[in-house]
């Protein structure tokens, strides 16, 4: 008797049990009880049950391996890797800051970068923002406006581990792109996206965020990317941020006052 088999489309339970029980006459004509309640249509479903579930998988690993099918957000962001492309970390809303002096001095005030303020909104919650560049009120002026994005301003800190291509997973959560500054025993070093053209010396490292939103630093291997020197302080800033799709105030505003705290 040749062997055959199934259509390769019938791989849900109803499917596997309706084609299995039309080849039993193909296979012996000892089997004419196909009452559910038979010792060998009990195996049989249950067969087709487990096959049903081995399907599933099967079916939603391979759809995790394409871009246009894939659900699953780390999946995404590993094969987009593959691709040399980087899913885009939150973005901090953005405004202007209009500092303001109810009159003009004998000399000038500098405002610092980063310098915080804080808006009140009429719930009575307050959003933080920082200067993004420093700004002087020159001594014949009364104001200045100068560029910030929302956020909070967090620092961590680290000891280096004896470790080639160490991670450091940072507590912070919604941690704004491109706010990520380390410095490795008082030395600041470069972000880069890459360490594919990062020589054995150089001082760099870069970021990545995970499906569950946890952003990590990473440094290099000693072929890419300097090794951080062991027991070394490693101190990692970053602007934690609600992203410009969460903010309750518009990602780009008028220049609004406030005061620096």
């Given at each position: 008797?040749?062997?055959?088999?199934?259509?390769?489309?019938a791989?849900?339970?109803?499917?596997?049990?309706?084609?299995?029980?039309?080849?039993?006459?193909?296979l012996?004509?000892?089997?004419?009880?196909?009452?559910?309640?038979?010792?060998?249509?009990?195996?049989?479903?249950?067969f087709?049950?487990?096959?049903?579930?081995?399907?599933?998988?099967?079916?939603?690993?391979?759809?995790?391996?394409?871009?246009?099918?894939?659900?699953?957000?780390?999946?995404?962001?590993?094969?987009?890797?593959?691709?040399?492309?980087?899913?885009?970390?939150?973005?901090?809303?953005?405004?202007?800051?209009?500092?303001?002096?109810?009159?003009?001095?004998?000399?000038?005030?500098?405002?610092?970068?980063?310098?915080?303020?804080?808006?009140?909104?009429?719930?009575?919650?307050?959003?933080?923002?920082?200067?993004?560049?420093?700004?002087?009120?020159?001594?014949?002026?009364?104001?200045?406006?100068?560029?910030?994005?929302?956020?909070?301003?967090?620092?961590?800190?680290?000891t280096?581990?004896?470790?080639?291509?160490?991670?450091i997973?940072?507590?912070?959560?919604?941690?704004?792109?491109?706010?990520?500054?380390v410095?490795?025993?008082?030395?600041?070093?470069?972000?880069?996206?890459?360490?594919?053209?990062?020589?054995?010396?150089?001082?760099?490292?870069?970021?990545?965020?995970?499906?569950?939103?946890?952003?990590?630093?990473?440094?290099?291997?000693?072929?890419?990317?300097?090794?951080?020197?062991?027991?070394?302080?490693?101190?990692?800033?970053?602007?934690?941020?609600?992203?410009?799709?969460?903010?309750?105030?518009?990602?780009?505003?008028?220049?609004?006052?406030?005061?620096?705290?």
């Open positions: 008797m040749g062997r055959t088999s199934l259509p390769y489309t791989k849900d339970y109803e499917s596997l049990r309706r084609e299995l029980v039309a080849r039993i006459p193909q012996t004509d000892r089997w004419t009880d196909f009452n559910p309640t038979d010792p060998g249509m009990v195996l049989l479903e249950l087709c049950g487990v096959a049903d579930m081995l399907f599933y998988y099967l079916d939603a690993q391979t759809a995790e391996a394409f871009l246009p099918t894939a659900r699953q957000r780390q999946n995404l962001i590993n094969l987009c890797k593959l691709i040399g492309y980087r899913l885009d970390a939150p973005v901090a809303a953005t405004t202007e800051l209009r500092f303001s002096l109810p009159a003009a001095l004998d000399g000038d005030i500098t405002i610092p970068v980063h310098t915080i303020c804080r808006a009140r909104l009429s719930d009575g919650t307050t959003i933080d923002f920082e200067t993004t560049q420093s700004a002087t009120i020159s001594h014949d002026s009364v104001t200045a406006t100068v560029p910030a994005r929302q956020g909070k301003r967090k620092s961590e800190t680290f280096a581990r004896d470790v080639r291509s160490q991670q997973r940072l507590a912070g959560k919604s941690i704004a792109q491109g706010s990520v500054a410095t490795v025993a008082g030395e600041p070093w470069t972000e880069v996206p890459h360490f594919v053209e990062s020589a054995a010396d150089a001082r760099h490292y870069r970021t990545e965020t995970d499906d569950q939103g946890v952003t990590a630093v990473l440094f290099g291997d000693g072929v890419n990317g300097v090794v951080p020197t062991t027991g070394a302080t490693v101190v990692v800033e970053y602007l934690e941020t609600l992203g410009a799709a969460n903010s309750p105030l518009p990602c780009t505003s008028t220049a609004r006052s406030c005061k620096s705290m």
